[in-house]
T-cell receptor, first 114, second 112 residues
Framework: DTEVTQTPKHLVMGMTNKKSLKCEQH?????MYWYKQKAKKPPELMFV???????INESVPSRFSPECPNSSLLNLHLHALQPEDSALYLC?????????????FGEGSWLTVV | GDSVTQMEGPVTLSEEAFLTINCTYT??????LFWYVQYPGEGLQLLLK?????DKGSNKGFEATYRKETTSFHLEKGSVQVSDSAVYFC???????????FGTGTQLKVEL
């Protein structure tokens, strides 16, 4: 079973709102990721957690705040977003953060900022 | 740095036609190579992968062979179906890290 579950599937928020995206995996994977995907573009890496510690932050603005409460859960807290942040946000996980290891993606959360 | 180049789309084929989507890469060391598929309105699904030279990945009738000498990982399918219509991304992971480098994606449209 290679399932990464994301909630909510769709989210509309105002620029002054605070919301969170949630991600869960029960595959025992020790690396978890957030990607952002704009229409007709490939996903762009935002954050990587390795063994529950933030290992990569791709210079993401502070209005995006990741959190890894435990090895199965990954959150992305959103605050004071801009309309250009509207995109598909993909969570992913992998067994270990190694070169040969496959990264599995969730279905994504469609975010619209109004 | 690492990079992946895919053929531009969209690619439009008739059902049962042969499919090739070209993918070439530049990377340090010996990367692992992946094809992901994204159906409309969905996330990315792993289609197939190869971790060393001459490996062939295959799944759902799709195949790709890791060619180190030509730094390529072309995706092929002998007979496409309408249900194969999607965007296909070639990607690599290199250097022992956990960053996926994606190509720009190729949209495939299969018509009856």
């Amino acid at each position: 079973d290679t399932e990464v579950t994301q909630t909510p599937k769709h989210l509309v928020m105002g620029m002054t709102n605070k919301k969170s995206l949630k991600c869960e995996q029960h595959m025992g994977h020790r690396a978890m990721y957030w990607y952002k995907q704009k229409a007709k573009k490939p996903p762009e890496l935002m954050f990587v957690y390795s063994y529950e510690k933030l290992s990569i932050n791709e210079s993401v603005p502070s209005r995006f705040s990741p959190e890894c409460p435990n090895s199965s859960l990954l959150n992305l807290h959103l605050h004071a977003l801009q309309p250009e942040d509207s995109a598909l946000y993909l969570c992913a996980s992998s067994q270990d953060p190694g070169a040969g290891d496959t990264i599995y993606f969730g279905e994504g959360s469609w975010l619209t900022v109004v | 740095g690492d990079s992946v180049t895919q053929m531009e789309g969209p690619v439009t084929l008739s059902e049962e036609a042969f499919l090739t989507i070209n993918c070439t890469y530049t990377a340090t060391g010996y990367p692992s190579l992946f094809w992901y598929v994204q159906y409309p309105g969905e996330g990315l699904q792993l289609l197939l992968k190869a971790t060393k030279a001459d490996d062939k990945g295959s799944n759902k009738g799709f195949e790709a062979t890791y060619r180190k000498e030509t730094t390529s990982f072309h995706l092929e399918k002998g007979s496409v179906q309408v249900s194969d219509s999607a965007v296909y991304f070639c990607a690599l992971k290199a250097g022992g890290g956990n960053k996926l480098t994606f190509g720009t994606g190729t949209q495939l449209k299969v018509e009856l």
